[in-house]
Nanobody
Framework: QVQLVESGGGLVQPGGSLTLSCTHS????????MGWYRQAPGKQRELVAV???????NYADSVKGRFTMSRDNAKNIVYLQMNNLQPEDTAVYYC?????????????WGQGTQVTVSS
């Protein structure tokens, strides 16, 4: 069973920073990619950043240069460092992992963590 648990959300002023963490249990599964998504009120869930296994991280244009995704494989943690946060970054942020199992590709999601950017 794959489990993802996000943490690190909160309230921050515009221009501030937050680091989100996602602890995952994916031992025994073949990971296709890991990523961060977000969903603002009234909007669809959108990609923030995704890293294919063995590949480079792709970022949404809206966060390029401000957000950085990284992984600590020894600790099974994925991070999203968010700098220069703006009100439009306010959303619930979700950690995602796509794994291969039983010949198919399956997506798993964390419960989400709220990020609110407001003065």
């Amino acid at each position: 069973q794959v489990q993802l648990v996000e943490s690190g959300g909160g309230l921050v002023q515009p221009g501030g920073s937050l680091t989100l963490s996602c602890t995952h249990s994916t031992i025994s599964f073949s990971i296709n990619d890991m990523g961060w998504y977000r969903q603002a009120p009234g909007k669809q869930r959108e990609l923030v950043a995704v890293t294919p296994t063995g590949g480079t991280t792709n970022y949404a244009d809206s966060v390029k240069g401000r957000f950085t995704m990284s992984r600590d494989n020894a600790k099974n943690i994925v991070y999203l460092q968010m700098n220069n946060l703006q009100p439009e970054d306010t959303a619930v942020y979700y950690c995602n992992v796509d794994v291969w199992r039983a010949g198919g590709l399956y997506a798993y999601w964390g419960q989400g963590t709220q990020v609110t950017v407001s003065s």
